[in-house]
C-alpha cells in the first residue's frame, strides 16, 4: 500500500471554526491532491500541488485553502467551516502528473459541519 | 470544464450475471482510468486506457477505450459478491494533469 495518511479521519465541527486536515506521504511523490467525495457528484479535486509550495485550484475551491511546505504535507484548510462543507475528504499522491499516472488514494477524512 | 456522466448510478444483480457500465463525454481525454472503492475506503486503480480503441482485460473485467477517446465501458463477466464496490471512471485532461470523475456507479452483487 502506497504510504499516505490521513488526519484526522473523522470530525465533526461547528459552523464557522476553522478546520485543516493533513495529509502525509512516505513516497516522496511530486504531485498530491485533494479531493471531496460527495452523494451522486464522484470525487471532485479542490486544490492540488506539483511541488514544494506550488498549488493549484481545482473546480471546487472557493472556501478552501492549502499549503505545502514540505513534500512529504499536503494541508487542507477550511478558515470557516460550512454546512456545505459537509463531506468525505480524500488525499492522493502521484509520482507523475495524473495524465498517465495511477492516482493512490489516502483512506478519507469525513468532515461534519453542524 | 470536461465533463464525464456514468450510467447506471447504481445496479443490483444476482451472482453469475453479466453486466456492463458506461462512462461517456462530450469531450475527448488523453486517458481514462477506472478506480474501484470499497465503503470506508480510498478509490483503488484496476486499470488506464489510453489508445482509442484499446482493450484491457483483467481476470472477469473488460475494460474498452472508444475510438474517439471520448467514452469507456466496464464489462464484468459472471460477477461475484466480491465484485461489490463503487466503480468510478476518471478522465486525464489534454493539460493541467489533473483528472475529472465521473459520478462513480455502485454496484450491489447477490449472492
Known amino acids: 500500500d502506497a504510504g499516505i495518511t490521513q488526519s484526522p479521519r473523522h470530525k465533526v465541527t461547528e459552523t464557522g471554526t476553522p478546520v485543516t486536515l493533513r495529509c502525509h506521504q512516505t513516497?516522496?511523490?511530486?504531485?498530491m491532491y485533494w479531493y471531496r467525495q460527495d452523494p451522486g457528484h464522484g470525487l471532485r479535486l479542490i486544490h492540488y500541488?506539483?511541488?514544494?509550495?506550488?498549488?493549484d485550484k481545482g473546480e471546487v475551491s472557493d472556501g478552501y485553502s492549502v499549503s505545502r511546505s514540505k513534500t512529504e504535507d499536503f494541508l487542507l484548510t477550511l478558515e470557516s467551516a460550512t454546512s456545505s462543507q459537509t463531506s468525505v475528504y480524500f488525499c492522493?499522491?502521484?509520482?507523475?502528473?495524473?495524465?498517465?499516472?495511477?492516482?493512490?488514494f489516502g483512506e478519507g477524512s469525513r468532515l461534519t459541519v453542524l | 470544464t470536461q465533463l464525464l456522466e456514468q450510467s447506471p448510478q447504481f445496479l443490483s444483480i444476482q451472482e453469475g450475471e453479466n453486466l456492463t457500465v458506461y462512462c461517456n463525454s462530450s469531450?475527448?481525454?488523453?486517458?481514462l482510468q477506472w478506480y474501484r472503492q470499497e465503503p470506508g475506503e480510498g478509490p483503488v486503480l484496476l486499470v488506464t486506457?489510453?489508445?482509442?480503441?484499446e482493450v484491457k482485460k483483467l481476470k472477469r473485467l473488460t475494460f474498452q477505450f472508444g475510438d474517439a477517446r471520448k467514452d469507456s465501458s466496464l464489462h464484468i463477466t459472471a460477477a461475484q459478491p466480491g465484485d461489490t464496490g463503487l466503480y468510478l471512471c476518471?478522465?486525464?485532461?489534454?493539460?493541467?494533469?489533473?483528472?475529472?470523475f465521473g459520478q462513480g456507479t455502485e454496484l450491489s452483487v447477490k449472492p
Open positions: 469531450s475527448v481525454f488523453s486517458s
Open positions: 492522493a499522491i502521484s509520482g507523475r502528473g495524473s495524465d498517465t499516472g495511477e492516482l493512490f
Open positions: 500541488s506539483y511541488g514544494v509550495k506550488d498549488t
Open positions: 513516497e516522496n511523490h511530486r504531485y
Open positions: 486506457v489510453v489508445t482509442g480503441g
Open positions: 476518471a478522465g486525464a485532461e489534454n493539460q493541467g494533469g489533473k483528472l475529472i
